[in-house]
């Protein structure tokens, strides 16, 4: 089980999208993202840091430039509603 905390502002966002968020299972990843009762995607390398976690080690600003690359990076995927890469964006990096 992936030793990541879940954050209140990942969960208020999950619930706004009509979904639920744990921890997940799977040690490389950060969330497993659930619709009613059904896993619908595992999310986010537990290796790397996201949108929260940058905004408390080095500051809004600096979480900013790193969402930016981000989202430069992975474009193509995250616009693919349901996609793994659209939970990653919506969840870990908003």
Do not use: C
């Not at 619930?15 to 950060?30: C, F």
């Not at 976690?53 to 430039?65: Q, V």
């Not at 790193?66 to 995250?78: D, G, M, T, V």
């Amino acid at each position: 089980m992936s030793s990541y905390v879940v954050s209140s502002k990942t969960k208020a966002k999950a619930k706004e999208l009509g979904l639920t968020v744990k921890a997940s299972k799977n040690p490389k990843k950060k969330l497993d993202v659930f619709k009613g009762d059904k896993k619908v995607a595992s999310v986010g390398a537990s290796s790397y840091d996201d949108f929260h976690t940058y905004t408390k080690k080095k500051g809004k600003e600096f979480a900013k430039k790193r969402q930016s690359a981000y989202r430069s990076r992975h474009a193509k995927n995250i616009k693919k509603k349901g996609s793994a890469g659209y939970y990653a964006n919506k969840l870990l990096w908003s």
